[in-house]
Each structure stands twice: as structure tokens, then as C-alpha cells.
């Protein structure tokens, strides 16, 4: 047996090295989620608005994201993003690997958001379209205040699963460098020369987060299908 | 940035006697191999695990492929794989003799294999009660009945969403390029790297990956059209009412 030994990984270690990392992958995470559902949103309105200068632009994008692996993306935006729009940013020198991650998600998972929130507003019923029509409101009224609500919130299980997803994926920032969860458990490992032991606790680390807000979504599920 | 485009790029040597094209190439042919395997591990591993899950009066079988899910769905595929391929064999020394290549096969079929075992499963759920009870109507063991009835209907529904696994499979094996498997993302960042060529070579990676996927769309519809069972399908799933 070759055997382990976690006891090296003390708290200070973590609050050392972990934590900075931790933070990085919830923040891109909550950015990614925002930045994605808002333009996933606008997206998804392009591809059902029927009008082509609209419909094309969009659909090919969301299908050329949806074609190609998450890291090939990552690399791109960091190669095609030039460095000097990182020195407008705060810090952006420093931080290049991890903007660059930030807009990346964005971008990305925009692509997914969108097909998720097409189906949504396709799934309400015509008669709601008709409703806001009738009582005069416009498209972007009708849209923002009968569709949409109705949309996000009938798709919010599956908008907080893909969310799930993407915490996921933040590790594959592996690829440019980015700090975030699992770089702060390695650059721990390689340093106390216990590298096996890191990878082993950011798997437990990233299986209790995963595991425990899929079963906040599977609850959540159950009460958003008894109301409707 | 340099000037515009140079594809001449692809027809320099590498300095290993071959050109970046060849290289590419041979790249390409790993990431289909990692690809290929890995799906004859999910499909497999996938089945069994989503059938155990519907099994009658097995509570223990149950429970443990759920957990299996539970564990392979929860964890990022990138961490999987470096627990493959770095903690498994300290863990276990007779691990040392496994390639690479098997190891991450290994991780990314049984990530996906979780996966398919979710669809598997609902796909089986799906499938009227009735059937499982004529299977038993005609003397059929659990096993026939799920030899011969249940699964064949319940692959058939689900054709669709097995459809887009494999596809995000072919996109996933692109993370084999973190333990180093010389495919197409390896061959990307170390071209990128010799190069200064980034946008031509992540161009040609690109559109060999968009064309893969694109192949194993056309390849899974092919065969979703031959399982078809006249009737059958148009109920059951994609379609749509009518």
C-alpha cells in the first residue's frame, strides 16, 4: 500500500491556499450564472423574434458554442482577448488567466442558458401571448411582464441544475492558469509534497457542494411542481 | 498581432521530422481513440448501472447504483481524472502498470456513464407498467423481461439524449490533454506554443472537433431511424404532438 496521509492539510493551509481559490471558483460561478442567463436571455429572444437579421446571428452562435469543448474556448478567448483590455480592468495585469476565465463563462455558457430559456418561453401557453396582447401591452411589455417571470421561473430546476454544471466546469480554467478551487488544492499539494492527498480532498470538497445543492434543487423541484 | 493568416503553418516541420499537419492528424486519430473507448465504457457501465436503479425487490443493487451516479455526477470531470491517473495508483501499486491512456478511458467512461445511467433509467420509467407485467405473463425471468422487453424499448426512447452524451463525450475527452494523452487540445497548446500561430491552429483543432461531433450526430440519427419501430417512437418521445 502506498498509502495516504491527510494529515498534513491543517486549517491554515486551507485558509492559506484553499480559500483564495475557493472564492475565485464561487465568484465565476455567480458571474458566469448572470451574465450567462441575461445574455442567454436576449439570445433566446433573437432566435424566436422570426426575424432572420435576428434569428441567424444567434442560432449560429449558440450552435458553434454548443460544438466545441469548454476548454478550446477558454483558449481561444485567452489568446483573441488583448492584454491591453486587461489593463482597464482593476488589478488586470495580475489577473489576466482568471478576467479572461470570467468573460469566457459568460460567453459560453450564454449558449446553453439560451436553449434552456427558448424552451421555457416556448412553453407557455399562446394564450398568455394573446392575454398581454389584448390588454394592450407591447412586445418588451408583454415579454417582461407575462412571459418571461413565467418562463424563468418555470425553467428555475433546470437553470439551478446547469448552474451546478458550471461549478464544474470552472475547473478547466486549469487550462490558462486561473486560481480557483482545485489550483488552490494543488498549489498546496506540490508544496507540502503531498499532491495525491489534495487532489483526493478537492474531490471531496467539489462532490459535497455538488451533492448537496443537487439535492436543494431536487426539493425545490417537488415544490415548484406541486404549485403549478 | 502578426499579419493576417499564414496556413503554411500546418506544412512546417515540427522539428520531429513530421509537419504540424501530421501532427494534427495524429492528434486527432487519439482524441477519436480516448473518445471511442470511453463511449464503449459509458454505454456499457451506463446500462447496467440505469437498470440496476428499476430493478423490483433488490433494494441493494438499488442503492448501489445510485450512489455510483451520485459519485461520478458530483465530482468535475478534470478532478476525476487526475484521481485516475495520480491517486488510484498510489493507492493501489498493481495500478502502476495501467497506461495512461486506459486510466483516463477509465475516468471519462465512468463520468459519462453516470450520466447515461440517469437517461437509462428514466428511459425505463417511462415505459408503461403493462410491459414489465407482460414480460411476467409470459413466464419470463426479471432477466428475460428485461432482456427482451424492457430494455429494448426503453434504449429506443431514449436514443435522443444518448444522441447529445455523445456528443458532450467527444467534447469532454478534450480534458485528457491535463494528464498529457497527445490529442487534439495537447496538440493544440504545445502547437500554439512552437508556433505563435494560435488562431490557424486553434482554427483546424476546432473545426476537426465540430466535425467529429457533427459525424457522431449523423452516425447516432442513422442508426435511431434503423431501431425505429413503426408507431412506436412517434408516441413515446421526440416528435412532439401532433
Known sequence: MGGLD?????????????????LFSIELT????????????????????GVKLLMWPATIYVNVMRSIP???????????????????????ANYRSEYSAAITFIAFEAAYFSEIMRAGIQSIPRGQVHAGQAVGMTYAQNMKLVILPQAFRNMLPVLLTQTIILFQDTSLVYAIGAYDLLKGFTTAGKLYGRPE???????????????????????????????? | MESVMDWQVFLNDDGSGRTYLQWMLEAWRWTLAVAGCSWVVAMVVGALMGTLRTLPNSPWAVRFA???????????LLVQIFIW???????????????????????????TSARIAEQVRAGIQALPKGQRYAGMAMGFSTAQTYRYVILPMAFRIIFPPLTS?????LKNSSVAFAVSISELTMFAMQAQEETSRGIEIYLGVTVLYAASAFAVNRVMAFVEKRMQIPGFIVAGGTGGGH
Open chain 2, 66 to 76: 445510485n450512489a455510483w451516479v451520485e459519485l461520478f455526477r458530483n465530482i468535475p
Open chain 1, 6 to 22: 491527510l494529515s498534513f492539510f491543517s486549517w491554515e493551509i486551507i485558509s492559506k491556499f484553499v480559500q483564495k481559490g475557493f
Open chain 2, 85 to 111: 491517473y495520480f491517486v488510484v495508483p498510489k493507492i493501489f501499486p498493481a495500478m502502476q502498470q495501467v497506461p495512461g491512456f486506459a486510466l483516463v478511458v477509465m475516468s471519462l467512461g465512468f463520468f
Open chain 1, 197 to 228: 492527498e489534495a487532489y483526493l480532498l478537492a474531490a471531496v470538497v467539489y462532490f459535497a457542494l455538488c451533492f448537496g445543492l443537487s439535492y436543494i434543487v431536487k426539493k425545490l423541484q417537488l415544490k415548484i411542481a406541486i404549485i403549478r
Open chain 2, 165 to 169: 452524451e455523445s456528443m458532450n463525450l
Open chain 1, 70 to 92: 469548454l476548454v478550446m474556448v477558454i483558449l481561444w478567448f485567452f489568446l483573441l482577448v488583448p492584454s491591453s483590455f486587461y489593463s482597464y480592468l482593476p488589478d488586470g
Open chain 1, 30 to 49: 455567480a458571474v458566469a450564472t448572470v451574465g450567462g442567463i441575461l445574455l442567454g436571455t436576449v439570445l433566446a429572444l433573437m432566435r424566436l423574434s
